[in-house]
């Protein structure tokens, strides 16, 4: 029973290395990692259970395989973090937004919804939209 549950383990732990590795791309974009930024990563690194050396490599060897998340609620929680994770320094670098668009469709977003949230970003302080603002968008624009 153990070795059918392996791959599904794999494939999990795969996940989230890719999940990671997107947000590593995405604060790499401007060229420049500031401490915030890691320090954003590492703590939802720890929340996956993924250890500090892990996601180390991933920032040298820049890369996990890319496995989206599965269900929506996870693609437009991956994208919260995302635009968090931009938003970090208080600027939003082109490239920075760019590579946020082509992860968000990589994933399966819509690209008005994503339009919608970075339009009302501008509405809150930090830019930090509300998760329930940031579903609620999604919803209007996935039914």
């Known amino acids: ?6 791959p599904h383990l794999m494939s999990e732990k795969e996940q989230k ?4 590795s ?7 974009a401007d060229h420049l990692v500031k401490e915030e930024e ?18 180390d490599a ?10 989206p998340p599965t269900p929506e609620s996870e693609r ?3 994208f919260h973090r995302l635009v968090l994770l931009m938003n970090i320094d208080q600027q939003q670098h082109p490239n920075e937004i760019k590579r946020l668009k082509e992860f968000g469709l ?10 919608r949230v970075l339009d009302t970003m501008e509405n809150y302080p ?18």
């Open 1 to 6: 029973m153990k070795l059918l549950s392996m």
């Open 17 to 20: 290395l890719s999940l990671l």
């Open 22 to 28: 997107e947000m590593i791309a995405l604060i790499q």
């Open 38 to 55: 890691y320090n954003f990563i590492y703590a939802i690194a720890q929340r996956m259970n993924v250890p500090k050396r892990e996601l």
């Open 58 to 67: 991933l920032f040298e060897t820049g890369h996990a395989k890319y496995i």
């Open 76 to 78: 437009i929680l991956q």
């Open 106 to 115: 990589r994933m399966g977003l819509s690209p008005f919804a994503m339009d």
């Open 126 to 143: 930090n830019r930090v939209v509300p998760p329930e603002i940031l579903v609620d968008i999604f919803k209007t624009y996935y039914n």
